[in-house]
């Protein structure tokens, strides 16, 4: 009896270790972000390592773990958000339950591929979001030029390699992903 409350109590404060761990995480991720890549030159500063982290944390982990990244990293780009208060979380909400819809009933599998095209659909849905929450809740002042595929596809197409990297460099280091083509041994 007292060796199970000693393991409850072990179990529960390496529980909140990572999740402590995850917020300094998130914290460091968001500062990286307002702080370096949004200042870079043309075409870094189209990369959004939150929204990439986010799929990945649905990809690697369960939804529960991924609602958690999701507060963890929306909520300080809420707060150093320029919006209207709510559009970052909500936005970043509605992105993962469409994610994990596609994820649950489209996209079978946990692949590379799975993540890649995870990685497109989320930042295609967060510039449209983006867009038209600014549209709906400024006013309407924004006009149709703002929302130009010009724009659009390149962010896509740099977070999409941001992905590919970041896969590549999780693959070498613990060979979670598996070739889809099996070889053919003679």
Not at 1 to 28: G, P, Q, S, T
Not at 45 to 66: E, G, I, K, M, R
Not at 110 to 119: D, V
Request: one cysteine or more; proline letters at 3%.
């Amino acid at each position: 009896m007292v060796a199970e409350i000693h393991r409850a109590a072990r179990d529960d404060k390496i529980f909140m270790f990572k999740r402590l761990l995850a917020i300094i995480l998130a914290l460091a991720l968001v500062c990286f972000q307002l702080g370096l890549i949004d200042q870079l030159g043309y075409g870094l500063s189209w990369l959004n390592l939150p929204l990439v982290s986010l799929v990945f944390a649905l990809n690697a982990f369960s939804l529960n773990a991924a609602w958690f990244w999701l507060l963890a990293i929306g909520l300080p780009l809420e707060y150093l958000s320029f919006h209207p208060f709510g559009l970052m979380i909500g936005l970043l909400a509605v992105i993962l339950l469409v994610d994990q819809l596609l994820l649950k009933h489209w996209l079978t599998d946990r692949s590379a591929y799975t993540l890649l095209i995870l990685t497109a659909v989320s930042v295609l849905l967060y510039e449209l979001g983006f867009w038209l929450g600014d549209y709906l809740l400024t006013g309407g002042y924004l006009t149709i030029l703002d929302l130009s595929w010009n724009i659009i596809l390149p962010k896509v197409g740099a977070n999409f390699l941001l992905a590919a990297g970041l896969l590549i460099f999780n693959n070498a280091l613990n060979h979670r992903f598996r070739p889809v083509f099996l070889e053919q041994h003679r």
